[in-house]
């Protein structure tokens, strides 16, 4: 008999639902960047810029004392989970994805290439020598969860190739935004501090290499190298990257022992009670659905594990938080037109939204003529370009990017305001485009 649904499953059921759709994720970064432009903009705009201004002070021991604004806390704490995601997509990618291989990559990677060096050449265009030169990483980012969530929304007529093309160029993109923070957005180097990171990062990779699958040691050390990397200098975020390189992406079972295993315990189930049963009454079923549990654990690999359990926290809180704290902007007083058009502003708007397009359309077709790769299968160049739109949605990387380029207020405003208007411009047209190319189909 179909079991009772219990009223709590009834009441969340709406929330159930909207959480496993594949737009969700991009919709919460919709909704938290309107709470954080129009909270910046009320009358309680001060309260908005004060909240994030905050300091949160923890000390261990006489060791180590950690003051930092709540702002801080975020964009270089709880965005290092972000990066070690994005790190466990990449490695993930890279030994069995569209990155496995270089007749899978090429086209995507090509097309990363030229949608990163376009948009900051434009960028370096209006900036060059100026005040927001160091900016020029700002528009190389490209946003998935926002891209995807649109491609989402016009359901299963989009391509699946597309979306898979669009999700490695993505990757690419990522690998390519990580090497920029790490290189050219340092600030002064404390060798002491790297030193650890790096016997950290030894002790890690010795720890994957004796197959140790447990999660509990990678996420000690994993905030050890964290810290080591907020006292060295270089941005704490790359610690999250080089931690999910050293993530095991081997499981302790192959199928046919988890098969095999799970089989038995299957049976050992049916023996131990009655059909019907509750497993409540019957301490022996108790234990064989324990050990079930555990064997399902064992055929998962441990990058899996870390991906899956976090994918939800990020998704749903690490990211729409972020937005939260970033994305408000304070126009009032502001010269809206000429902030709009400030070399800053006008660098990003473009290099997103001409950039991208032209970068990502330009290098791929470059690559299927010279034949390094070849379109994927029901995928035209209409639709290439307007997945090469819809990438100009920079959001989340742009954002962070900014903040590490820029210390200044002013700028860091013009650069929200044209990586809003860039990705905005980017997401509309990139949606009515990509639309318009599979209604002909």
Known sequence: MERKKEPIEKIFKP?????????????????????????????????????????????????????????????????????????????????VGELSSMQKASLPI?????????????????????????????????????????????GPRVPLTLKVFVLALAI???????????????????????????????????????????????????????VAFLKSGVHATIAGVLLAFTIPASARYNTKKFSDKTRELLNKFDETGEHGEN????EGRQTDVMAIEENCKKILTPLQRFEHGLHPWVSYFIIPLFALANAGVTFTGMDFIGAITSPVSSGIIVGLFVGKQIGIFGFSWIAVKLKFGSLPEGVNWTKIYAAGMLAGIGFTM????????????????????????????????????????????
Not at 43 to 56: F, G, K, Q
Not at 279 to 282: A, E, K, Q, S, W
Not at 418 to 440: E, P, Q, R, T, W
Request: charged fraction near 10%.
């Open 398 to 441: 742009s954002l962070f990017i900014a903040g590490l380029a820029f210390t200044e207020e002013t700028l860091i405003d013009l650069s929200k305001i044209g990586i809003l208007c860039g990705s905005l411009m980017s997401g509309v047209l990139g949606y009515v485009l990509l639309k318009a190319s599979i209604s002909k189909d």
């Open 279 to 282: 497993v409540l009454t019957n």
């Open 110 to 154: 090509a097309a990363a290439l030229g949608g990163m060096i376009v948009p900051a050449l434009f960028y370096v265009l209006f900036n060059a020598g100026g005040e927001g030169a160091s900016g020029w990483g700002i528009p190389m980012a490209t946003d998935i969860a926002f891209v995807v969530g649109i491609m989402a929304l016009l």
């Open 15 to 95: 929330l159930n639902e909207f959480l496993h759709q594949e737009a969700s994720g991009g919709i919460l970064l919709i909704i938290f960047t309107v709470i954080a432009f129009a909270w910046a903009n009320s009358p309680w705009s001060e309260s908005y810029h004060h909240l994030w201004h905050t300091h949160i002070v923890v000390t261990i021991g006489n060791l180590l004392t950690f003051d930092y604004t709540i702002h801080h806390w975020i964009n270089d704490g709880l965005m290092v989970i972000f990066f070690f995601t994005v790190g466990l997509e990449i490695k993930r990618e890279l030994l």
């Open 172 to 226: 690419a993109d990522d690998i390519g935004a990580v090497m920029v923070i790490a290189i050219f957005y340092t600030s002064e180097i404390s060798m002491a501090a790297l030193i650890v990171a790096a016997v950290v990062l030894v002790i890690l990779a010795f720890l994957n290499k004796l197959g140790t699958k447990s999660l509990i040691p990678y996420t000690i050390l994993g905030i050890i190298l964290w």
